[in-house]
C-alpha cells in the first residue's frame, strides 16, 4: 500500500534551516511528483511547490523561491524539503503529498511540526 | 487574501444535505479542474473529489462535486457525524502557477 512517512517535528531559531524528509513506499516512486504543502496554525493549506523525482526537477510557489529547495534520493525513496531563513511566520505543519496526474494528491505523509522560536 | 473563496462555516443536522461553495477566477477554476479535500483537525488532508465532479477511491457517494464557471460546490447528502471535519477546494492557478487553496469550511453535524 503506498504509504508516505514523514521526519519528525523540528524547532528552529529564527533565520535558520530546517530539513523536513518525506520517505514513499508501496509504489514507483520516480513515476509521480512529490508535493509540499503547509498549513499554519488555524490557517488555510499553502502550496509550497513540487518536484519529480525521475530527473530532480523542481517548481515552487513565488512566495518561496529563492528560499526553498526541493532534493531527492531516489536510492532510498526519500524527497526533502529545505526552507532557509525561517521566521515565526514559517511556523506550521508541512506536508509532501503524492500526484496522481489528473487525480490530484491522492496520498498524503502525516505531516511534520515546524516551530520557529527563539 | 485567498485566491479561491469559501465560507468560513456550514451546519446541519445528521441525514440532511449540505452545500460548500467555491469561488475563483478565469485563471483557476474556469481553466482548470477542481479538487475537494477533507481534513479532519489534526490530521492529513484526505483527496474526496477529482476533475470537478469524480469521486475519489472509497469516497461514499453521499459525496458530490459539480462545477460552472468560475465556481465550484461540494454536496454531501445523508449527513453523518463523521462528516465533521474541514473542507478545501483546490486548483491550479494558471497566473500564478501555483496550486492554490480555499480557506477552508468548517463543517458542523449538529
Known amino acids: 500500500q503506498v504509504q508516505l512517512v514523514q521526519s519528525g517535528a523540528d524547532v528552529q531559531k529564527p533565520g535558520a534551516s530546517v530539513r523536513v524528509s518525506c520517505k514513499a513506499s508501496?509504489?514507483?516512486?520516480?513515476?509521480?511528483?512529490i508535493h509540499w504543502v503547509r498549513q499554519a496554525p488555524g490557517q488555510r493549506l499553502e502550496w509550497i511547490g513540487r518536484?519529480?523525482?525521475?530527473?530532480?526537477?523542481?517548481n515552487f510557489a513565488q512566495k518561496f523561491q529563492g528560499r526553498v529547495t526541493m532534493t531527492r534520493d531516489t536510492s532510498i525513496n526519500t524527497a526533502y524539503l529545505i526552507l532557509n531563513g525561517l521566521n515565526s511566520d514559517d511556523t506550521a505543519v508541512y506536508f509532501c503529498a503524492r500526484e496522481r496526474h489528473l487525480v490530484g494528491f491522492d496520498y498524503w505523509g502525516q505531516g511534520t511540526l515546524v516551530t520557529v522560536s527563539s | 487574501q485567498s485566491v479561491l473563496t469559501q465560507p468560513p462555516s456550514a451546519s446541519e443536522t445528521p441525514g440532511q444535505r449540505v452545500t460548500i461553495s467555491c469561488s475563483g477566477s478565469?485563471?483557476?477554476?474556469?481553466?482548470?479542474?477542481v479538487y475537494w479535500y477533507q481534513q479532519v483537525p489534526g490530521m492529513a488532508p484526505k483527496l474526496l473529489i477529482y476533475?470537478?465532479?469524480q469521486r475519489h477511491s472509497g469516497v461514499p457517494d453521499r459525496f458530490s462535486g459539480s462545477k460552472s464557471g468560475t465556481s465550484a460546490s461540494l454536496a454531501i447528502s445523508g449527513l453523518r457525524s463523521e462528516d465533521e471535519a474541514d473542507y478545501y477546494c483546490s486548483a491550479w492557478d494558471n497566473r500564478l502557477n501555483a496550486w492554490v487553496f480555499g480557506e477552508g469550511t468548517k463543517l458542523t453535524v449538529l
Open positions: 476533475e470537478n465532479s
Open positions: 478565469s485563471s483557476n477554476i474556469r481553466s482548470n479542474y
Open positions: 508501496g509504489y514507483t516512486f520516480t513515476g509521480h511528483y
Open positions: 518536484i519529480y523525482p525521475n530527473s530532480g526537477s523542481a
